[in-house]
Structures are given as C-alpha cells and as structure tokens.
C-alpha cells in the first residue's frame, strides 16, 4: 500500500533526550479527526502533539517529524524506562474511543496504520515487545487503541507480537483475584513485569495488579476484561512473557 502523507505542522514538540526504540499506539478518542487534529496543533494547555495521524479513511497526517519528541505518552513506563515521549514515535488513529461507544476501526484505516507503522519500523530499530498500545504503559489511566484493536492483525504483518493459542497448565486449579494472596498471584506479577509492564512482584493481588491486569486484557484478551487472573488469562500471560524473551 503506497501511503500519501498530509503535512500538518504541530507546534508541540522538543527535542529527543534517549535513543528512538519504541512504537505507541492511540486512538484520538474525540468526536472526529478534524476536532483530533485542530486539538494537537493548538497551544491551549496541556498542549499535547502525536507525529501521526490516520484518518478512518485511510489518510496519513503528519504533525511532528520522527526524529522530534511529540508530547503523546503523558506520564508513562515501559520495561525501566519512563520519558516515553523521548524514546517514541506515537500515532493517533481517529477513533472516538469509549467516550463514544468505541466504533470499529474500518479496513481502510487499519491497512493505512499497518502500512504507516511498516515504513516506521523500516527506518528505525524498533523491538516488537517495545511496540505498545498507550494502555499498556499508562494502565492506570488510559484505555487506548482499546479491545477493538486488531492486535493480531498487526502483528500478522509483522507489527508486534502475537502469542499462540495456550491451554492452562494442568495443576492450575484456579486463579487469582483482588485480595488474594500466593504464588499464582505472584506467578502473574513476574510474567507481567517480564513483558513490560510498571507492577511489583508482592505475591498480593492489589489494585495496581488488577490495574495491570485490565491493561494486558485490553490488548491480549479483549473478550474479557474483568482485572481478574482466572486461569485463562495467567496462562496467556506466561505465553506472552515467554515470546517476549525468544525475541528480545
């Protein structure tokens, strides 16, 4: 797919502090693209900027270049590191989010983000377990790209990671939930540290866990996402914490 980029100049940047190693995906979460993109070229406090954004029609707005630091993440962290923004490229995809009903995202614009996200990958040295979703490293506040995103599809061609299917192992009798206490809580917490994610390995099961948990629902197991560790979800954990180290 051969991409027509808009220019459409955001005044909302500085310059990198750390190397560009990472990929973050947004929905815009507004009523439509125009009011999305007006809102990241405005200097209205908090300004905010992305380096791209796709259109539900396929188009492809740039704001901000890549070697710049677009103000996208917010506060953040992924795998130790926490000035996101200076580490990213962030693209919006026009979405009205969950405010909104969270509206499928159409083919054209997801052929658009895959094609986009290619020639990004292309140009700089992005490790799949470093392109994340904003849930992913603000899961305490942000719900973004949300269920509907079409992960696999990404990761298909050849954009992220996508685990195979897993069953639970067999001396899982049951999983974990807020208040519990144990190792399968604390089984949990090292896979989900081991893929990325800001929790500390206690072996209880408090509010930033089930925090996590959503987050990790959200991009892996959007069929439910409830903040519980049932035995479906540990063990999709563990899959995705063991494909995180073949390919890191």
């Known amino acids: 797919?051969?991409?027509?980029?808009?220019?459409?100049p955001s005044p909302n940047f500085n310059d990198r502090l750390h190397p560009l190693d990472m990929l973050v995906l947004h929905y815009t979460g507004m009523k439509d693209g125009p009011t999305a993109l007006a809102r990241m070229q405005d200097l209205n406090e908090p300004r905010v900027s992305a380096h791209y954004m796709v259109e539900e029609d396929g188009?492809?707005?740039?704001?901000?270049?890549?070697?710049?630091?677009?103000?996208?993440?917010?506060?953040?962290?992924?795998?130790?590191?926490?000035d996101i923004n200076s580490?990213?490229?962030?693209?919006?995809?026009?979405?009205?989010?969950?405010?909104?009903?969270?509206?499928?995202?159409?083919?054209?614009?997801?052929?658009?983000?895959?094609?986009?996200?290619?020639?990004?990958?292309?140009?700089?040295?992005?490790?799949?377990?470093?392109?994340?979703?904003?849930?992913?490293?603000a899961p305490d506040r942000k719900?973004?790209?949300?269920e509907r995103f079409p992960w696999k599809r990404l990761a298909d061609a050849g954009i992220g990671l996508w685990p195979q299917p897993a069953r639970p192992e067999p001396w899982m009798t049951h999983g974990a939930a807020l208040g519990d206490a144990g190792v399968t809580v604390e089984g949990l917490q090292r896979a989900?540290?081991?893929?990325?994610?800001?929790?500390?390995?206690?072996?209880?099961?408090?509010?930033?866990?089930?925090?996590?948990?959503?987050?990790?629902?959200?991009?892996?197991?959007?069929?439910?996402?409830?903040?519980?560790?049932?035995t479906e979800t540990v063990t999709l954990a563990n899959s995705v914490a063991e494909l995180v180290a073949a390919t890191a």
Not at 1 to 8: F, H, R
Not at 113 to 133: D, H, K, M, N, S
Request: hydrophobic content about 45%.
């Open 1 to 8: 797919m051969t991409l027509q980029i808009i220019q459409a």
């Open 59 to 82: 188009r492809v707005f740039q704001l901000v270049a890549e070697d710049k630091r677009a103000w996208q993440a917010g506060r953040s962290w992924w795998r130790g590191d926490e």
């Open 87 to 137: 580490r990213s490229i962030g693209v919006e995809i026009v979405n009205g989010g969950h405010d909104f009903g969270l509206p499928p995202f159409p083919d054209a614009q997801i052929e658009a983000v895959i094609a986009l996200c290619q020639g990004i990958l292309g140009r700089w040295a992005i490790p799949p377990e470093r392109i994340v979703a904003h849930s992913d490293i």
């Open 143 to 146: 719900e973004d790209p949300g």
């Open 192 to 230: 989900l540290a081991a893929i990325g994610y800001r929790i500390v390995v206690t072996g209880v099961f408090d509010e930033n866990t089930a925090a996590v948990v959503r987050a990790f629902q959200r991009r892996w197991r959007p069929e439910r996402i409830n903040g519980e560790g049932d």
